[in-house]
């Protein structure tokens, strides 16, 4: 019988036997291979009997996700006081949903909205298909040899402030509050001067997707979205929604998502009706049960993590600094006293055109099953989330003496210019026929083999001999 084939099952499973340690998202995965990463005795068992509860049942016996009245209520009103919020909405289906929810709810056609430009798409789709009239402010450069950018906060305010004066106010503002690369707005001054200059801005939506983790470090928590959320609504009278996209950085399974709304009584109903119409009619509840399970454990050890993932970052930074002469650190840094960056991102440059950082993707995972996920030209960058562990980043530390050793070999053998006299043979394989021979005069045409199989999968032999 023909064996049956199952493309998606198979290589997935296939990827997930590689994979050491991810440095992107979702920390569950690394769990596997990790266990330190986890200080609370029982959770890995709690996590892993919540995957069983794939259940189809609701009230009287459970209850429903978009008009709970007993265990799901009972739950949201727990994280109400994690968060400090007025409601706090569970979402299963993503925080692509979560912003849909959060506009559908906060914005009319009637609104004038202004936006950042650097937000997820599926704030663009969502204020798309409102029909709502938006003014996106560009963001800019903040480092543009690894391609940082960050929002234009001075521009959003003058902006803000241009239309108070001009008796055309905005009355909704929309931004990314971390970025994934690494910057994030200093919610404290930015929404203080906000506030200060806006008071028609009746309604702010905060994407916080990749800060999940920031409510719960005593650092961060200070300039974050969910921080001050409560501080700017109650001094101001704003109406401020924050979302988390939960499994970015929290040890939930996704798409886990959370929203929490500051503000009055009628946009607290109108978003219930918008989580009614916009989420699935069939919401997971292994990813509900973690989700509660992942916020009660970032609560309890939240600050732990941070202050792990720090330590991390100053070993990866300081072992590079120290061992490494093949890679260095690119500092993050911000544009405006309104930004500030995020200590668990480290973008790391590798000095050699011998490879780039698509390359060094490839390598990483191939060779050692560590996965990486955003490159720009020769930098890579690690997310230090609360899956990475000492372990982990062992296992990175090495992989990248290796590379830097391979990178010096090859750099000395590859010292080549047009005109030289080579004094090895450098072989491609395949097809394995030489493209220089001892004594053999270096033209354009060799070296530019010889460079291009750096970054093709040909393999690069270089024998010395005559
Ligand atoms: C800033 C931001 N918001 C929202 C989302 C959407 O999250 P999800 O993929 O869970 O729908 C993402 C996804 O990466 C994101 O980066």
């Known amino acids: 019988m023909e064996k049956l084939r199952l493309p998606i099952y198979e290589s997935l499973r296939s990827?997930?036997?590689?994979?050491?340690?991810?440095?992107?998202?979702?920390?569950?995965?690394?769990?596997?291979?990790?266990?330190?990463?986890?200080?609370?005795?029982?959770?890995?068992?709690?996590?892993?009997?919540?995957?069983?509860?794939?259940?189809?049942?609701?009230?009287?016996?459970?209850?429903?996700?978009?008009?709970?009245?007993?265990?799901?209520?009972?739950?949201?009103?727990?994280?109400?006081?994690?968060?400090?919020?007025?409601?706090?909405?569970?979402?299963?289906?993503?925080?692509?949903?979560?912003?849909?929810?959060?506009?559908?709810?906060?914005?009319?056609?009637?609104?004038?909205?202004?936006?950042?430009?650097?937000?997820?798409?599926?704030i663009y789709f969502s204020l798309k298909s409102s029909n709502i009239n938006v003014n996106y402010i560009d963001d800019i450069a903040c480092?543009?040899?690894?391609?940082?950018?960050?929002?234009?906060?001075?521009s959003i305010i003058e902006n803000l402030k241009q239309a108070e004066e001009s008796g055309t106010p905005y009355s909704v503002l929309i931004v990314n509050s971390q970025t994934y690369d690494g910057i994030c707005f200093d919610f404290k001054l930015f929404l203080e001067a906000v506030c200060q200059i806006a008071p028609n801005l009746e309604k702010i939506i905060l994407d916080e997707a990749w800060g999940a983790w920031s409510a719960f470090d005593p650092l961060m928590k200070e300039t974050s979205a969910i921080h001050n959320a409560r501080i700017f609504s109650d001094a101001y009278n704003k109406n401020i929604v924050v979302i988390h996209s939960l499994h970015k950085t929290l040890f939930t399974f996704?798409?886990?998502?959370?929203?929490?709304?500051?503000?009055?009584?009628?946009?607290?109903?109108?978003?219930?009706?918008?989580?009614?119409?916009?989420?699935?009619?069939?919401?997971?509840?292994?990813?509900?049960?973690s989700s509660e399970l992942a916020i009660f454990h970032a609560n309890e050890f939240g600050k732990e993590y941070s202050e792990r993932s720090r330590k991390l970052v100053d070993k990866v930074r300081n072992f590079i600094n120290e061992n490494l002469s093949g890679f260095e650190i690119e500092e993050n840094k911000t544009n405006s006293k309104y930004l500030t960056t995020d200590p668990t991102k480290l973008w790391i440059t590798c000095k050699s055109h011998l490879f780039n950082g698509e390359k060094i993707r490839e390598h990483l995972f191939n060779n050692y099953g560590i996965y990486i996920s955003r490159y720009f030209k020769n930098s890579f960058l690690l997310n230090f989330h609360y899956g990475v562990?000492?372990?982990?980043?062992?296992?990175?530390?090495?992989?990248?003496?290796?590379?830097?050793?391979?990178?010096?070999?090859?750099?000395?053998?590859?010292?080549?210019?047009?005109?030289?006299?080579?004094?090895?043979?450098?072989?491609?394989?395949?097809?394995?026929?030489?493209?220089?021979?001892?004594?053999?005069?270096?033209?354009?045409?060799?070296?530019?083999?010889?460079?291009?199989?750096?970054?093709d999968n040909t393999s690069l032999l270089v024998v010395d001999g005559n």
Do not use: W
């Open 15 to 122: 990827i997930s036997k590689k994979l050491k340690g991810s440095f992107h998202a979702l920390p569950i995965q690394n769990i596997k291979n990790s266990r330190d990463v986890i200080l609370s005795p029982g959770f890995v068992k709690a996590l892993e009997q919540t995957k069983n509860l794939e259940l189809s049942i609701t009230g009287p016996f459970f209850d429903s996700l978009t008009d709970p009245s007993s265990f799901i209520d009972e739950s949201c009103s727990l994280l109400k006081n994690i968060y400090s919020s007025d409601s706090s909405l569970l979402v299963s289906c993503g925080s692509s949903i979560a912003n849909k929810i959060a506009i559908e709810a906060l914005c009319n056609t009637h609104d004038k909205v202004i936006c950042q430009n650097g937000v997820h798409q599926s």
């Open 143 to 154: 480092k543009s040899d690894i391609g940082v950018t960050g929002a234009d906060a001075n």
């Open 254 to 289: 996704r798409q886990a998502s959370l929203i929490n709304f500051y503000g009055n009584s009628e946009y607290a109903d109108r978003l219930i009706g918008s989580h009614f119409r916009n989420h699935t009619t069939s919401p997971s509840y292994p990813i509900l049960c």
């Open 389 to 455: 562990n000492d372990e982990i980043v062992e296992h990175l530390i090495n992989s990248l003496l290796l590379m830097d050793r391979r990178i010096h070999t090859k750099n000395e053998k590859l010292d080549l210019s047009i005109g030289d006299v080579s004094e090895s043979f450098f072989i491609l394989y395949p097809p394995g026929i030489p493209v220089l021979k001892p004594g053999q005069r270096v033209c354009e045409n060799a070296l530019s083999k010889i460079n291009q199989s750096l970054f």
